[in-house]
């Protein structure tokens, strides 16, 4: 480790300054920093150079992982006492390790665009659960970019514990939706709202040719009629059981699978 203080106040500057980011919004969007626990998300972003400002680990996890040299990639790493650890942690068992990273430099939507690109936004979405699930989704199968339009922070600590790493896989923009639609359209990219009506175009006969959108909203309302006449396009999961519609997550893993099933290099076997 970096540094051989042992830190066993609660009140340490350091540790209230974890707490800070883990539970004030507003402090991670004006320092640019964000908070991860648990060993494999904190060692997914040590490999990111420059990534990972601080790493925290309990005596408890020190004797079970050791000096991981991953944790040598951090600015800094300090150890503290499991009582000190329980103080910082958002999570019923933890594993006693901790992480301040600082967020990567956002893109405009301009540049994360590209004709024949697949994307995914996502509109008012406000369950964390969700987005992590989404992200993970968008990861595993090789999605351009996430767009989020006034869903629930990307970065709070819910979201980056449900993503599992892959928040520092895929690229992500916060943005406008309106906006948003009328660039996707000057750049010739098709926006499809996902809706469950009736006179919506069935998924399994959108082929998704060029590049494409598909806009997902929110959990109990769906999208705005506004955003859908901005899309142009609507497209629907056939259901043959009982449901109206699926988990915002559930629904948005199948239309990515649809996006990208015929795609080079895109979804393939697990």
Request: charged letters at 20%; aromatic letters at 6%.
């Amino acid at each position: 480790m970096h540094s051989t203080l042992r830190i066993t106040a609660r009140d340490n500057p350091a540790v209230k300054h974890y707490r800070r980011l883990r539970d004030n919004k507003r402090a991670r969007r004006e320092e640019r920093l964000f908070v991860a626990e648990g060993l494999r998300i904190v060692c997914d972003a040590l490999q990111y150079p420059g990534l990972v400002q601080q790493v925290f680990v309990t005596d408890t996890a020190a004797e079970r992982t050791g000096a991981l040299p991953e944790f040598r990639k951090a600015d800094a790493c300090l150890r503290i006492s499991d009582a000190v650890g329980e103080s910082m942690t958002d999570t019923y068992h933890t594993q006693g390790i901790f992480a301040v990273c600082r967020m990567p430099a956002q893109l405009p939507p301009a540049a994360l665009l590209r004709q024949d690109g697949r994307y995914l936004v996502l509109c008012d979405l406000q369950d964390p659960g969700n987005m992590g699930m989404i992200l993970r989704t968008a990861d595993a199968l090789g999605m351009d970019a996430v767009f989020s339009a006034g869903s629930c922070e990307m970065y709070s600590p819910k979201v980056v514990r449900a993503a599992m790493g892959s928040l520092l896989r895929v690229s992500v923009c916060e943005t406008s939706p309106l906006p948003l639609a009328a660039l996707l359209h000057q750049r010739q990219i098709c926006s499809y709202a996902a809706v469950p009506a009736k006179d919506a175009q069935p998924l399994n006969e959108c082929s998704f040719d060029g590049g494409c959108a598909v806009w997902i909203g929110n959990e109990g309302n769906g999208l705005p009629d506004e955003l859908i006449a901005a899309c142009g396009q609507t497209v629907t999961i056939p259901m043959r059981g009982g449901p109206e519609s699926l988990n915002a997550a559930m629904a948005a893993g199948i239309l990515m699978w649809e996006m990208t099933r015929g795609r080079k290099g895109g979804a393939h076997g697990t």
